[in-house]
C-alpha cells in the first residue's frame, strides 16, 4: 500500500469527460486494504494559468514549478476531480506505475488546498480518507517505516 503523496503515472487514464491521456497521478490519501486510492491528476499545459506557486483558490490548482519536485516541468494539480481508484486495480494494471513521492509538506499543502477551493464538493465519503485523524496518520507512518513505538 502507498501513503499520500505518492505519485503514479497512468499511460490510459479514462477521465470522467470520455477522454483517455497519459497522465501523471497524486495520491492524496493513504488507503488501507479495501480503501480506494484518490487521485487528482495533474496537467503541464499553462494555457492561461497562473503560475504562482502553491494554491491558486479562484482555479482549483495547485502549482508545481520546475525543479522544486520531481516534474520536469511546471506543473499544475488539477483539484476540481477526485478519481477513486481500487487497489487491486493499481497493483494489477501494467499500464499503472508508482513513480516516487512528494514531499509530505507539500501532500498536506495540496491536500489543504483542495479543502479550500472544493470543501463543498467533496463527497462525504472521503473526507475521511483525505484527512485522517492524525493518531491513524502517525501509526501509517511508522508502519511505513517501521518505526517502533
Known sequence: MQT??????????????GGISNKYLILLNSPKRSEP?????TTSQQKDKSKKTGCLENDSLFFIPTGTTFFQKDTWIQLHEIYPIQPDHIHNNSKIEFIRELDPKIIDDIVKCLFLTQNNDIPK???????????????KLAEKFKIKK
Not at 499520500?4 to 469527460?17: E, L, P, Q, S, V
Not at 486510492?37 to 491528476?41: A, Q
Open 4 to 17: 499520500r503523496g505518492a505519485i503514479f503515472h497512468h499511460k490510459d487514464m479514462a477521465f470522467y469527460n
Open 37 to 41: 486510492y484518490l487521485f487528482v491528476k
Open 125 to 139: 465519503i472521503y473526507r475521511h480518507l483525505l484527512w485522517p485523524p492524525i493518531e491513524e496518520y502517525k501509526m
